[in-house]
């Protein structure tokens, strides 16, 4: 078996990424991905919500300058994804994914891509060993950019599921989604609207907490570069307390509120606020109880997000028998995103060096920009 430079877990924007990086700077490398092919499960995840617009500006991609997208989108054949939304210039979904696949092809990197789900991860003298389903690889280091990978369920839908219930997630397997939704964020409206767009039938949006309306799902402060540098000067305990009192959940961009605005004044949307309750009866059937009075429907659908990612499964076996400093159960990582013994971390696993934004696509720039031996402007 050779000895690679390194091996990327996971395909998604911040592994392709990284891998641009670190192949334009001549390392030998593959890229894990459990689809065998990349940007799979955002692209999933984006149709699921029916996502037009994206919410980060165009210099957030994938690719080397901040200026590379917006350039891209200055080529004729690029003129039917050209628009940009103002003030922030976000671009188009199908402008940022054409870049994305273009970066793609442009480098190769689905040739490097072996299918497979990562299990382990062990150091065997100087190298590491990566271990999964369908794959067996050799590498000199590790870089872990495998997203977030778990919807958040509130409890009582977990226990009307157990009752089989009908009620699915939008980012889970399940059957198409409902009119009838819970959830106030960005993707609940998103999805909202893009159920009504489907079915031309009636959909209701429940939420327990008035939408908040703002720019950013972060502190506008959070999202600019200087604010890595600052964070990092934060002591761990302080970051981690930080990192526990965000809570950004229930936040909507202005322009989609106004099409919110649109829909529930055409009568497409109605919008369920307060307190509300669900109740399994007869043959499948669920009663929601609001304060706006009880309706019957079929189907369920929990826009509730994702949660916030946290060490476990492989990795945490891995932290253990690498002895890999952990804090808050989240890697602690050097300046360079190295968590010791050849093992990188990108993406909302390196919140404790990144700060809320590791997460999102200006993060993948911060962390690629970061990794030893490669040059980039991150912004
Ligand atoms: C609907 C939606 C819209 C968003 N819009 C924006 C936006 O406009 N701007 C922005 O900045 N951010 C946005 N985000 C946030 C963020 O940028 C995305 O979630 C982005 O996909 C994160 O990229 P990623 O590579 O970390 O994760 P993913 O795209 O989830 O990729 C991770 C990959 O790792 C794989 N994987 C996991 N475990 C293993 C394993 N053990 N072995 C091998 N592979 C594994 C997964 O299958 C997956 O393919 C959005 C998020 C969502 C959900």
Not at 52 to 74: A, E, G, I, Q
Not at 91 to 102: D, G, I, T, V
Not at 232 to 257: F, N
Request: proline share 5%; charged share 20%.
């Amino acid at each position: 078996m050779s000895v690679l430079d390194w091996v990327i877990v996971g395909g998604g924007p911040h592994g392709v990424c990284a891998a641009r990086a670190l192949q334009a700077n001549g390392a030998q490398l593959r890229i894990i991905d459990p689809a065998g092919e990349l940007l799979q499960r955002w692209s999933a995840r984006a149709r699921a919500v029916g996502m037009t617009w994206m919410r980060s500006p165009v210099s957030h991609h994938v690719d080397r300058h901040p200026t590379d997208l917006h350039h891209f989108l200055h080529r004729r054949d690029n003129a039917d994804v050209a628009n940009l939304a103002r003030p922030f210039l976000r671009p188009l979904h199908a402008a940022f994914l054409r870049h994305a696949q273009h970066v793609i092809a442009r480098e190769g990197l689905q040739r490097v891509v072996v299918r497979g789900r990562v299990e382990a991860l062990q150091r065997d003298g100087d190298s590491l060993v990566v271990e999964g389903d369908g794959v067996l690889l050799r590498t000199r280091r590790v870089l872990v950019a495998t997203g977030s990978n778990q919807v958040r369920i509130p409890e009582w839908a977990r226990q009307l599921q157990a009752q089989g219930a009908a009620i699915h997630h939008m980012f889970g397997r399940g059957p198409q989604l409902a009119n009838d939704i819970v959830g106030g964020g960005i993707s609940a409206v998103q999805c909202a609207l893009d159920v009504w767009r489907r079915t031309r039938q009636l959909v209701r949006l429940w939420i327990r907490r008035p939408i908040h309306i703002a720019d950013f799902d972060t502190e506008q402060l959070q999202t600019r570069s200087r604010f890595v540098g600052r964070w990092s000067r934060l002591k761990p305990d302080q970051r981690c307390a930080l990192l526990k009192g965000q809570d950004h959940r229930g936040r909507v961009p202005p322009g989609l509120w106004t099409r919110l605005s649109q829909a529930i004044a055409r009568g497409r949307v109605q919008l369920r606020e307060g307190g509300f309750s669900v109740q399994r009866v007869r043959a499948g059937q669920l009663v929601l109880c609001g304060e706006a009075g009880s309706v019957e429907t079929d189907g369920l659908t929990l826009a509730t997000g994702l949660r916030p990612e946290q060490l476990g499964g492989w990795l945490r076996k891995a932290a253990d028998r690498l002895d890999l400093p952990v804090q808050a159960n989240l890697p602690r990582l050097q300046r360079d995103m190295h968590w010791g013994r050849g093992v990188y971390v990108c993406g909302p696993l390196s919140r404790l060096r990144l700060g809320p934004m590791a997460s999102n696509l200006i993060g993948a720039r911060w962390a690629t920009s970061l990794l030893p031996g490669v040059t980039m402007q991150p912004y």
